[in-house]
């Protein structure tokens, strides 16, 4: 089940996120972007990285919220990175939980407790060349997907969330709702791989615990300071800081002659297993977190206005005065539940892309030479041949290279340009004359060279381009006549406000105007001509009258409706 959703109306096909992915799981398909959920380590950090938050987790506090209103039983499970979110003191929050209608609330380090103990006997039995720790899910996420050769060297424990949702599910029944609450869109991934055993109901990350308290009016200024059910061992709350695992182990990591390393970010994630596959690292303890400091870095807490540096001293000083024993004690836990795990190759085949087919795709990307390769990942792959593939494989669009479009859009201009028959103008915000097309250059008889970055008024009268750039408002389709140029133009002025300049052009009606004119001569010649049948028509009707003694009234009453008609017509031109 993919956990994180992309709106397409707020998407705005920036590549960012694709740019950010580390293992490129966003496909674009008609300008929308997809995640593609055998690709995503849900790592989130998409969410965090897209300026329209256009992606959003899939939430289940609808389902806390049924919970809470059902009244059935429910119990928190909450990681301790909490301590760096709220600015209240820690024990408010357990309050809050509790006012919110939780019925018990702890830690999910108690569940490190477990796990601790677990790791150090897998590490005491068995002999691997390396171990890898399993409690972030986005790592044990990317390790399934892309690095599978490694999952032997997967310690098969459960996660501290995964235990301790177990340990409560044991103490309060199977039909406890229990809630786990952190900053990792992961953990929602793992929570649906126990769905089976259910145990752990739902997943909410901070914004969501704060939009709970908000909508039950729960003031954590007001409220009393309280005390988690059970108090967790001091190191493992430090599981969710970098190296906190690797810290719990005691001496079992160096009496095994392992090497403990402790690495965290996804960048520096995939460089390590990278070496280990390769054969570059040997009897090493690996702590791999693909958060920045581990969950102190996740995907809510980055999105959390407190800085990085001022959550993970908070988490520090908050893990520091809870508790100062560092002496375990072992929770009462029934030998009936099993905190095994297992991994299974979760490894797709890519489609890979003949050098054939490759230079065929690049050819449609505009990428004929090596100079047409820029590589530079403005569409989210770092190099145009990984775009290529990406095309290849479905999951991204030649329109997505931002030159090749810009080119594209550039040629296709520059032939409107050049080659159309109106006369084109663009003026800066001064009206001096920034672009002037062949076109013009024949109209006005004047070299571009020679009118470039001075003022158009040295060509024609400036006034309709000032007021158009001044107003705002267009003038579209006026007639104007350029006598000193012979010309006759319909004239129409646009403003570009986000780019500051006066867009004209100008359709060169001199010829049909000509031609207006010549047709009023013909109409005027034919007007005079009947004028002239009148009166000569009347004249021999006189005469006529005068010998059979007729009125001529009848004659001239048609003949000057006659004249009427080819003078409507004139008037009609004009």
């Known amino acids: 089940m993919n956990y994180i959703d992309i709106s397409g109306l707020n998407c705005k096909n920036c590549y960012k996120c694709l740019r950010a992915c580390p293992v490129k799981a966003i496909k674009f398909k008609n300008e929308k972007a997809e995640i593609v959920e055998e690709r995503c380590i849900s790592c989130g950090r998409c969410l965090v990285i897209c300026p329209q938050n256009a992606k959003k987790d899939k939430p289940d506090i609808k389902y806390v919220k049924d919970a809470i209103r059902s009244g059935q039983k429910i119990v928190a499970s909450v990681s301790s990175v909490f301590a760096g979110v709220f600015n209240v003191e820690e024990g ?23 796990v601790t103990e677990l790791y150090k006997d897998y590490v005491e039995k068995t ?11 986005s790592t044990v996420n990317l390790i399934e997907k892309y690095f599978p050769s490694l999952i032997k060297y ?5 996660s501290s969330m995964a235990a301790h949702g177990k340990i409560l599910k044991e103490i309060w029944g199977k039909d406890a709702f229990v809630v786990f609450i952190g900053p990792c869109i992961a953990k929602k991934t793992e929570s649906d791989s126990y769905k089976k055993e259910k145990i752990v109901d739902a997943v909410i990350n901070f914004d969501e615990l704060k939009t709970l308290f908000k909508e039950w009016n729960i003031d954590l200024n007001s409220i009393p300071v309280g005390e988690f059910d059970r108090n967790a061992y001091k190191k493992t709350r430090s599981f969710t800081l970098s190296g906190g695992i690797i810290n719990s182990m005691g001496n079992v990591i160096g009496n095994n002659n392992l090497i403990p390393m402790s690495v965290s970010g996804i960048e520096e994630s995939i460089q390590v297993l990278k070496s280990i596959e390769i054969g570059e690292i040997s009897n090493a303890f690996l702590e791999i977190t693909t958060c920045r400091g581990n969950c102190v870095g996740g995907p809510n807490m980055i999105k959390n206005e407190v800085s990085y540096y001022t959550r993970l001293n908070k988490v520090k000083n908050y893990i520091k005065n809870r508790d100062t024993s560092n002496t375990i004690r072992l929770l009462s836990v029934p030998d009936s539940i099993d905190f095994s795990t297992s991994f299974k190759d979760s490894h797709f085949e890519k489609k890979k892309a003949s050098r054939k087919e490759l230079l065929k795709i690049m050819k449609s990307m505009g990428k004929h030479t090596k100079e047409d390769e820029l590589n530079c990942g403005v569409c989210g792959y770092n190099t145009c041949i990984e775009k290529a593939q990406a095309i290849y494989e479905g999951m991204a669009e030649t329109n997505m290279c ?3 479009m810009r080119n594209k859009a550039e040629n296709l201009t520059n032939v409107i340009f050049e080659n159309t028959v109106n006369c084109i103008f663009i003026l800066d915000e001064n009206i001096n004359v920034k672009e002037i097309n062949p076109a013009a250059e024949e ?3 004047i070299k571009a060279k020679d ?8 060509l024609i009268n400036d006034a309709d381009f000032r007021y158009v750039r001044e107003t705002g408002k ?18 129409t002025i646009v403003y570009m406000p986000k780019q500051d300049i006066v867009m004209v052009s100008m359709m060169d009606i ?10 009023l001569k013909v109409k005027e010649q034919t007007i005079d001509t009947a004028q002239k049948v009148i009166e000569k028509q009347m004249r021999v009707a006189q005469e006529i009258a005068s010998l059979l003694g007729e009125t001529t009234a009848e004659t001239k009453i048609t003949l000057t409706k006659l004249k009427q008609v080819v003078e409507g017509d004139k008037s009609d031109i004009k």
Do not use: Q, W
């Not at 997967?154 to 459960?158: K, Q």
């Not at 267009?474 to 004239?491: L, P, T």
């Not at 001199?510 to 047709?519: F, G, I, S, V, W």
């Open 510 to 519: 001199t010829k049909e105007e000509e031609n207006k004119e010549e047709l």
């Open 443 to 445: 109209a006005f008889m």
């Open 127 to 137: 002999k691997l060349n390396n171990y890898i720790t399993t409690s972030c899910p």
């Open 92 to 114: 408010k929050i357990v309050s809050a939980l509790r006012e919110l209608g939780f019925s018990y609330v702890e830690e999910t380090a108690l569940g490190g407790e477990i």
């Open 402 to 404: 931002l030159h090749f």
């Open 154 to 158: 997967m310690i098969p424990i459960a």
């Open 451 to 458: 009118i470039k970055d001075k003022p158009i008024s040295l």
């Open 474 to 491: 267009s003038i579209i389709g006026k007639k104007v006549h350029y006598y000193k140029y012979n010309v006759i133009f319909i004239k």
